[in-house]
Structures are given as structure tokens and as C-alpha cells.
């Protein structure tokens, strides 16, 4: 995984006055790209990981005093553009087709409530707290990477209430991916007194019980706007994507190579001399890691474990399956036992690089304008950019979303193998011995329903179009949809995925051929077998699924071990 510890940055201390030295970084600190030592936010380390942690629960992490202190920095260079009377995108104007518009002095006082009750305006449902605590913990993030211009008490607030599990009531509609202005104003309404806390008093019991609500904070001219001007939501949710997606993806060679023990599958779509010959490392590291999942030797014929078969003593050298006859049963298996590195390493891959678009734009400061302090002549500046637009963050979530389609249809491929009596050499649908039995019959219809919302899912959302505020905002990136439904297939991925795996371990009891114990298969073999209910009568499979949708938690960590010869992530 991309991220990794890393310390803070020390910035100089603040001046007396309210120039900066010459040389000062005009905004705070440099990115480091790796998550903070010690559990610190500082503004340039945080990670997916510990958006999700958050978000599900966990305390957040401590506030940097050197990036607090940078966000100081940052209001008084506010405070002088507004002394001198600089012209300031939602300062001094309006906002959006008003931008020409100026705040007239006497409106000057209530100009920043007006903007927060004005785009309050979300729609539909109050979004779950996993969603909005992963927005907050952005949220304080970016404040502390110090180009927001509002002062270290916002951040500090921020921080205390999710230390309390409070956070505001967000509606689900009103982003398209240049700035969550809906969610961010109803915070922003919540933190400045004009709303309540959702829940409105300390939680009674668990790792957050015990820490007060923030007091409310006077709303300062020019405050609405800058707490407005982020895509926190979006990334929070992205991250929550990254992390919901990253566990069936990790899990998926555990799930496969049961599914190719079951069928006796051949070893030789994962030998390293044919992906030496074809050279996408992503693919390579996938059939990799199944070799060293099923025990195999670094070549196909090489020593015990070429395939399945070849361990029980029914297979050539070459690991093709060979039946009691001594015949081969076939040549080469169907693609989705045959294909999956092509198909799985490319995966892997765009999940990779979802991190490594998060971990840039988790932490940086795209607030519009960019406040700061000019390094060279020491004078505050206003940079009005479109660093909110985001493209990147769309483009990958666009490109993770159509890879895990692609993995998953090759699970419901194998799903549908394993229910095929010439794969399994049992009955059809691995039923038991009643006449016409169903056995799992009924999961593949389960698993082409979550395919098909996955299908759904992975329509780009960079494909949308829109233009608002009267022509002057003339597209959007869909950042926001592209997140939701990343997050929507994550759901779906890990049915499918569960739905082989019952499937797999259902094969290998009725076979009496598990892999052997001493292997990672067969220690994932076991604890599957453990959990499941052995049973084969016909019966609903229902709570079967879930109890193996659970087990790939479990299973992503095997991949994980430090043992297995090469890294998915």
C-alpha cells in the first residue's frame, strides 16, 4: 500500500507581525505523502486507511501544534487582505454567478450565515455517520495543510466532535464533484451554533464515550466560504470505497485458488515462464501469489503442488488434471480458472492507484482562493485556481470500478464451473444424493443479481455533463458518484465473491480433497470449513453467505502474510 510513516515537517515559528519573513512556505508545510507518525494530523499524511478507521469509529488522531500554528498564519494574511480591501472570491463578492457581485458593508456582518443557510439546501436522506465522520476527519486535514485562511479553533472543533461521535444531519444530494457545498455549509451551521449535533449529547459507552460536544464558535467574516470550498465528503466516501473494495480484492486469489483446487485446475496459466514471457508485473504478482497459495513449486512441473491433482497423485507433470483412467480430462480449463491474473491484476492495480490519488488530495489545500503568504516579498496574496475540480479522483474510481467488474465476472465464471459435474466430478450443482436435488443451484442467481449491480456501478461517471450557475461553472467531474457507487459495488463484490466461496468449500467436502493444511489454501480451507454449516441437504443459503462474506476479512489478511513471495498492494 502506498502509505507509510512519515514525520512532520517543521515550519518556522510565526512572525510577531503580520508579515512573514522572506522565505516562509506561503502555505504551511510540504506533503509528505505517508501517514502522519504517532497518529498525528498535521496536514500531509493522511491515508485511506485511517479516513476509514475514523470513520468507523476510532478517535481521531491528534492535531499537529506546527500545523495549527501554520493555520494562523494563513487568518492573519486573511485579516490584511481584508484591512487592505482586496477583491476575494466569497469574501468581499459573491459566490458562484454573483462572484462579480460585492458584499456591500452594511450586509458585510451576516454575508457568511446567508451563504451557510443558503447552501444548506442538500436533498434527500441524512447520509449514514460513517460517511459524514469520513467527510470531518478530511475536513480537519485539509484545514491543517493551512491555504484555508480560517483560524486553528475550526480544526480543533472539528477534531473534538468526532472524539465525541457528534456530527451534523447531511443530506445525500447536492455534490457533483467540484466542492461539496451542501454537506460543508450544514457543518459549518452545526460548528457555528445555528444547528444541533447528531447525537445531541456524548455517547455513553464505547471507545468515544466520555468527550463533550465543542462549544459553538463566533462566525467571522469570510469563515462560510472557506469551511465551504472542499470535496471532503467526496474523498471521505472515495476512501471509504478504497478501503470496502480493497478487502474482497485481497481476498479474491484465497477464494480462487480453492475454487481451482476443486477442479483439479492446472497450474500452468500461473507458471512464472508464461508471465516472464508477457510482462504485466500486476498480473505476474497475481499468479504469484496463487502459487504460493496452493503450495506450488516455482515452475509447473516442479515438485508437488503443480496443481490440484497433482498432489493426489492424478495429474502429469505439466499439472493438467488426470482422471483415474489416466486420461487428461482437458487440455486447459475455462477462462475463469485460466484467466484470472489478467484479469485480477489489473485490479489490483487501479485499487493501487486510487490510493495514490487519495493520498495526494487528502492532503492538500485546494480551498478557492488559496490564502497565503508570498515567500519572496512577504506579502499575503489570494491565488482564485480550480484545484477543486476533480478529475483524477473521477478518473480513478472510474477505472477501479470497470477493473472489479471485470474480476467479478470471472468469479461468477468459476461459481458457475464449480457447479459443473465434469469440473467437480460431483453431482450437478454439488447437490447431495436425493434425486433432482438443487444444491447450490440458487447462488448463481444471487451472484449474477450483485454482478448486475456492479455492471450498473461501473457506467462512468466521468461521462456526465452539466453546466450551472448560469453558465459560468460549465462542467462537473461527478467525483460524488463516482465514490457512491464505488462504494455501492464494494457491497456487491464481496456477495460474489462469498457466494464462490461457499460454493469452493462445498466442492472440496463433497470431493474429500482440501488442500493441504500445511498450505495458506488449506489453512483458509479450514477456517472456512470451521465457520460454514456442512450440511448439503437442499436448504437457503442465505446465512451461508454471509458467514463467508465475513470470512474474507480474515482471508485479505492471509494475502497479506509477509511470508508470500509477492505483494498485491
Excluded at 333 to 356: I, K, N, V, Y
Excluded at 377 to 390: D, V
Excluded at 477 to 493: G, I
Excluded at 516 to 529: K, N, Q, V
Amino acid at each position: 500500500m502506498l502509505e507509510r510513516t512519515a514525520e512532520a515537517v517543521p515550519v518556522p515559528g510565526a512572525p510577531a507581525t503580520d508579515n512573514p519573513p522572506a522565505g516562509t512556505a506561503p502555505i504551511g508545510h510540504p506533503p509528505t505523502g505517508g501517514e502522519p507518525t504517532g497518529g498525528v494530523l498535521d496536514g500531509t499524511g493522511l491515508g485511506a486507511a485511517t479516513v476509514a478507521r475514523v470513520a468507523d469509529g476510532a478517535p481521531p488522531p491528534s492535531l499537529s501544534p506546527v500545523a495549527l500554528d501554520a493555520m494562523e498564519r494563513t487568518r492573519r494574511a486573511a485579516h490584511r487582505l481584508a484591512a487592505e480591501g482586496a477583491r476575494v472570491y466569497g469574501r468581499s463578492t459573491g459566490v458562484g454567478a454573483h462572484r462579480g457581485l460585492a458584499v456591500e458593508e452594511h450586509d458585510g456582518a451576516g454575508h457568511d450565515l446567508r451563504l451557510l443557510l443558503s447552501h444548506a439546501g442538500g436533498l434527500g436522506e441524512a447520509l449514514p455517520a460513517r460517511h459524514v465522520r469520513a467527510m470531518m476527519v478530511v475536513r480537519v486535514n485539509q484545514l491543517l495543510a493551512a491555504g484555508s485562511g480560517l483560524g486553528p479553533e475550526i480544526a480543533t472543533a472539528l477534531a473534538r466532535a468526532l472524539r465525541a461521535g457528534a456530527h451534523p444531519r447531511v443530506p445525500e444530494y447536492g455534490s457533483v464533484g467540484t466542492g461539496d457545498l451542501t454537506a460543508l455549509a450544514r457543518l459549518g451551521l452545526v460548528l457555528f451554533g445555528h444547528d444541533t449535533w447528531l447525537p445531541e449529547s456524548p455517547l455513553l459507552d464505547g471507545p468515544l464515550a466520555g468527550h463533550p460536544l465543542p462549544e459553538p464558535l463566533p462566525l467571522r467574516r469570510g469563515d462560510a466560504l472557506a469551511l465551504m470550498s472542499s470535496n471532503a465528503l467526496t474523498l471521505g466516501e472515495s476512501a471509504l470505497a478504497w478501503h470496502d473494495l480493497g478487502t474482497p480484492l485481497r481476498a479474491a486469489p484465497v477464494v480462487a485458488s480453492l475454487a481451482l483446487h476443486a477442479v483439479d485446475g492446472s497450474l500452468e496459466p500461473y507458471a512464472p515462464e508464461v508471465h516472464a514471457a508477457h510482462r504485466h508485473p500486476s498480473v505476474a504478482r497475481v499468479a504469484a501469489r496463487v502459487r504460493w497459495l496452493l503450495g506450488a513449486a516455482a515452475g509447473a512441473g516442479e515438485g508437488p503442488g503443480t496443481s490440484a491433482g497433482a498432489r493426489t497423485g492424478t495429474a502429469t507433470a505439466a499439472g493438467v488434471p488426470v482422471p483415474s483412467g489416466g486420461v487428461p480430462t482437458r487440455v486447459q480449463d475455462p477462462f475463469g480458472f485460466r484467466c484470472f491474473p489478467q484479469a485480477h491484476g489489473p485490479t489490483m492495480e487501479a485499487w493501487s492507484d486510487l490510493e495514490r490519488v487519495l493520498s495526494i488530495d487528502l492532503n492538500a489545500a485546494t480551498e478557492n482562493p488559496l490564502i497565503g503568504w508570498d515567500e519572496v516579498t512577504g506579502t499575503p496574496f489570494a491565488r482564485h485556481h480550480g484545484g477543486f475540480f476533480t478529475a483524477p479522483l473521477t478518473l480513478a474510481l472510474d477505472r477501479l470500478g470497470l477493473a472489479a467488474l471485470g474480476t467479478a465476472r470471472l468469479s461468477a465464471a468459476r461459481l458457475s464451473g464449480l457447479g459443473r459435474p465434469e469440473l467437480t466430478r460431483c453431482r450437478s450443482y454439488l447437490a447431495d444424493a436425493s434425486s433432482a436435488g438443487s444444491g447450490m443451484m440458487i447462488l448463481e442467481y444471487g451472484a449474477a443479481s450483485a454482478l448486475a449491480e456492479m455492471q450498473a456501478c461501473a457506467t462512468p461517471a466521468s461521462l456526465g455533463h452539466v453546466v450551472l450557475s448560469q453558465g459560468m461553472e460549465e462542467a462537473a467531474t461527478f467525483a460524488t458518484q463516482a465514490a457512491r457507487k464505488a462504494l455501492r459495488a464494494a457491497k456487491a463484490y464481496r456477495l460474489v465473491l462469498a457466494c464462490e466461496l461457499v460454493a469452493a468449500v462445498r466442492a472440496l467436502r463433497l470431493r474429500g480433497t482440501p488442500p493441504p493444511p500445511g498450505t495458506p489454501a488449506g489453512r483458509a480451507y479450514l477456517r472456512a470449513a470451521a465457520a460454514l454449516d456442512p450440511d448439503m441437504r437442499d436448504r437457503p443459503l442465505t446465512d451461508d453467505v454471509t458467514v463467508a462474506a465475513a470470512l474474507l476479512d480474515g482471508f485479505a489478511e492471509l494475502t497479506d502474510e509477509e511470508e508470500a513471495p509477492a505483494r498485491l498492494d
